[in-house]
Structure formats: structure tokens, C-alpha cells
């Protein structure tokens, strides 16, 4: 019959647990490299902007400088960038979008303010005092073909050596994803949406 962890004998727990950590151990101390990655946040699922905020919190506790473009978020209230304009010697948070493009419905508008949040992108990424990059919802314009994939592309491989960059949004492009250090995709499996619940500040905003 086989133990459950619950009625395992303690040495024997106690032995598999060491050998456990032995392995793991081994596995980090052969992790040497450090470098400036690429993360991607995408799919379905919520949380993706949650979770690159909370990133550059943990950034910021470091004592790191952080640069936030939103290309779909407009300037309408939103509890992360109001808790990151806290922190201004760290801190720089742009919110260029006009919302998503059933709400503007002009697509030329749509390119333009894509196209100054790619400029403001840019300053950022290139800048070699910020360690990290939040480009929220850049993988929605890019499937929109409101920039230009390939000059997106080579100026994040371009970065500063050490420089963290991450990108949001839906749909991430194949090529986005084949040259990411880290591709995490949100799965849904339910949404208060669904039944009729509004979104909620502290929870969506």
C-alpha cells in the first residue's frame, strides 16, 4: 500500500526531502548567468498587466528605475499607476493609448498613438539607467499591425545589457515569442464578467 504524505514515516520523508534539496541545490548553483531578459505576458487569461506591475514593484523595492508605456490604456484612473506615481526618482509611467479600437473605430487615430508610445518605448529601452521596461498591451498593436514587428523586434534585442523587458497582451506574434527569455500564458477558466459583474477597482483597475 502505498504512503500518503500524511502517514509517511518522518525519516524517510526527512531523507527523501534531503536529497530533494541536494538535487535542486545542484541545479541552482550551476545557474551562473545573469542577464537582461525578455518576458512575455499573454493569452486569454486575466492578469497579465497585474502581473508585470507587480514586477516592477519588485524592481522598485531593489532600488531599480522603471519606464511603464500602456499603448492601450488611456489616462481614466487605474490603482497600479497611481501607486507607481508614488515612487517619481524610480518611476516613469506613460498611459498613451485612447483605449481599445472598438472605442476609437479609426484606425489612423489608433497608428498615431501607437506610433508616440513606440517613440516613448524606445527612450526608454535605450536608456541605460532603467532596468526594467513595461510595454503593457504592446502584443495588441503589434497584431493590429499598428507598428512595425520587425523594428519592434530588433530594438528590444538592442537593449542595454541588463535591461528586463516586458510585454503585454493577448495574442503575442510568433517571432515575439521565439526570441523571449520567458513566455507565461494566462489561461481563463472562469471570469465574473461572465455573470454579470462589473470590472471592480482593486481588482481590474
Request: proline letters at 4%.
Amino acid at each position: 500500500m502505498k504512503e500518503s504524505p500524511m502517514t509517511e514515516d518522518p525519516a524517510r520523508h526527512a531523507e527523501k526531502m534531503k536529497k530533494r534539496k541536494e538535487h535542486q541545490d545542484k541545479i541552482v548553483s550551476e545557474r551562473q548567468v545573469e542577464k537582461g531578459l525578455l518576458i512575455v505576458h499573454t493569452g486569454k487569461g486575466k492578469g497579465k498587466s497585474t502581473a508585470a506591475f507587480g514586477m516592477a514593484m519588485r524592481a522598485i523595492a531593489h532600488g531599480q528605475k522603471v519606464g511603464v508605456v500602456q499603448f492601450i490604456k488611456g489616462p481614466w484612473e487605474s490603482g497600479e499607476r497611481d501607486l507607481l506615481r508614488k515612487f517619481p526618482d524610480q518611476v516613469e509611467v506613460h498611459a498613451m493609448g485612447e483605449g481599445f479600437t472598438w472605442e476609437t473605430q479609426d484606425r489612423e487615430r489608433d497608428i498615431r498613438a501607437a506610433r508616440e508610445a513606440w517613440e516613448m518605448s524606445k527612450r526608454f529601452i535605450a536608456d541605460p539607467s532603467i532596468k526594467m521596461v513595461i510595454l503593457d498591451e504592446l502584443n495588441i498593436v503589434l497584431r493590429y499591425d499598428y507598428l512595425d514587428l520587425p523594428e519592434v523586434l530588433a530594438a528590444i534585442a538592442a537593449r542595454p545589457e541588463g535591461c528586463h523587458v516586458v510585454v503585454t497582451g493577448r495574442n503575442a506574434k510568433d517571432e515575439m515569442i521565439e526570441i523571449a527569455d520567458l513566455v507565461t500564458e494566462m489561461t481563463q477558466v472562469k471570469h465574473p464578467f461572465r455573470d454579470g459583474v462589473k470590472a471592480q477597482a482593486g481588482v481590474e483597475f
